[in-house]
């Protein structure tokens, strides 16, 4: 193999080429592998491999500590505090909390409000007694007097918003007439003053009406005579003694005997003036045995 000529201009300078190329590979190779010593020699960062799946798992690779003389040498525009910034977690909201369930609410009590009582005004007039205060009912006209205060003539005795004739007597004293239909039953009657016009009223009072003792007898049966002087068979309630009792005659010496019938027998309390009825009692379609009258035997005939 023949060399180049080193006098030709054109070889010479295609070996000045190559010498110069390869002094400069030299070079570049001494500057990777060794440096020059004045420059550290620089990582490159390249990213780190993804692990595969069922590849165990590499540690991770950290990079060499730099000593003081390398970190003197460095750029001082690189050298910067490090800002940690810790990212927040952000944790999505339960769409549904199972501790809390729905409670239907609770229908307001309501509570009564109690009006406030309005005051009743005072009466102008005053009734204070009644005598009497307690009648027999059934006793017939009477006569009520009533005591009280600031009393006047325009006053008209009221019992069951009924007006009673009425007498003045003074301030503190009145007087009206009670017909016997107004205490004809047991009950009580509300008693008070008025005036015509209403202007003057007074309190009001009760009147006890009961019921007058009735006689304690039933009767029984009756015994007739020619004459028709009839007898009453009555029996006492509580002994039950049969007595004989005519017309006139007193029963437990207070009831007298004013008539006798089949059906009853009337008797009056000698003491009220009250008319009771005793009426006859049978015991079934026969009746009573002592009701039935006994036949009176004319005479005897006597046969020889």
Do not use: C
């Not at 023949?2 to 030299?26: E, F, V």
């Not at 590849?55 to 060499?64: G, Q, S």
């Amino acid at each position: 193999m023949q060399l180049g000529d080193i006098r030709n201009p054109t070889d010479r300078n295609k070996l000045i080429l190559a010498a110069a190329l390869g002094l400069i590979a030299i070079v570049f190779l001494w500057w990777t592998f060794f440096g020059f010593g004045s420059s550290s020699p620089k990582v490159s960062s390249r990213p780190a491999n993804q692990p595969t799946p069922g590849a165990a798992p590499r540690r991770p690779v950290t990079a060499p500590a730099q000593s003081v003389v390398e970190l003197k040498e460095s750029d001082p525009e690189q050298l910067q505090p490090v800002v940690y910034r810790p990212s927040s977690v952000s944790v999505p909201e339960a769409s549904r909390n199972i501790f809390i369930y729905y409670e239907k609410p609770q229908a307001p009590i309501a509570i009564p409000s109690v009006p406030t009582p309005t005051p009743t005004p005072v009466p102008p007039v005053l009734l204070a007694s009644l005598s009497p205060a307690n009648v027999y009912a059934g006793t017939g006209e009477f006569t009520l007097e009533i005591s009280g205060d600031k009393l006047t003539p325009q006053l008209r005795v009221v019992i069951d918003n009924n007006e009673m004739p009425t007498r003045y007597k003074n301030a503190q004293q009145l007087s009206a007439k009670v017909p016997g239909a107004v205490i004809a039953s047991p009950g009580t009657r509300t008693v008070m003053l008025r005036s015509g016009d209403a202007t003057l009223y007074s309190n009001s009072a009760m009147l006890n009406v009961a019921a007058p003792p009735a006689p304690n007898y039933s009767y029984i049966g009756i015994i007739g005579t020619p004459k028709f002087i009839d007898t009453a068979i009555v029996q006492d309630k509580g002994n039950k003694e049969v007595l004989n009792v005519q017309r006139g005659d007193l029963l437990g010496g207070r009831f007298r005997v004013t008539s006798i019938s089949e059906k009853e027998v009337v008797v009056i309390d000698s003491n009220l003036r009250v008319k009771h009825t005793l009426p006859m009692i049978t015991q079934g379609d026969r009746g009573n045995p002592m009701a039935r009258p006994t036949p009176r035997v004319e005479s005897e005939d006597d046969e020889p």
